[in-house]
């Protein structure tokens, strides 16, 4: 089986920086599109970041300037550098990737646990 396993979160004061990591791993063919969503309590889950195959990458309103995505191809690992944390970014943050497997030949989304993010004094 596929499996997506974030890593990074923790608390972290408003102002300050913190770098997710998402890794795949399992019987992979190839990646597409990864991405990180967040949910808090209370609220719907969100985009936050996408990053395509090739390296274009896509932000939300709310964390342009601020985040970053990247993807590491070799490592089947995507990145979120969060800079100027605010107490809004407090969430679950979860990895999402559309992946072939070898036990399926198709692209199927993948979701990872997530990983909380605490933004506060």
């Known amino acids: 089986q596929v499996q997506l396993v974030e890593s990074g979160g923790g608390l972290v004061q408003p102002g300050g920086s913190l770098r997710l990591s998402c890794a795949a791993s399992?019987?992979?063919?190839?990646?597409?599109?990864m991405g990180w969503y967040r949910q808090a309590p209370g609220k719907q889950r969100e985009l936050v970041a996408t990053i395509a195959s090739g390296g274009r990458t896509n932000y939300a309103d709310s964390v342009k300037g601020r985040f970053t995505i990247s993807r590491d191809n070799a490592k089947n690992t995507i990145y979120l550098q969060m800079n100027s944390l605010k107490p809004d970014d407090t969430a679950v943050y979860y990895c999402n990737a559309a992946i072939k497997s070898s036990r399926s030949y198709n692209y199927y989304p993948y979701w990872g646990q997530g990983t909380q993010v605490t933004v506060s004094s």
């Open positions: 399992g019987s992979i063919l190839s990646i597409n599109a």
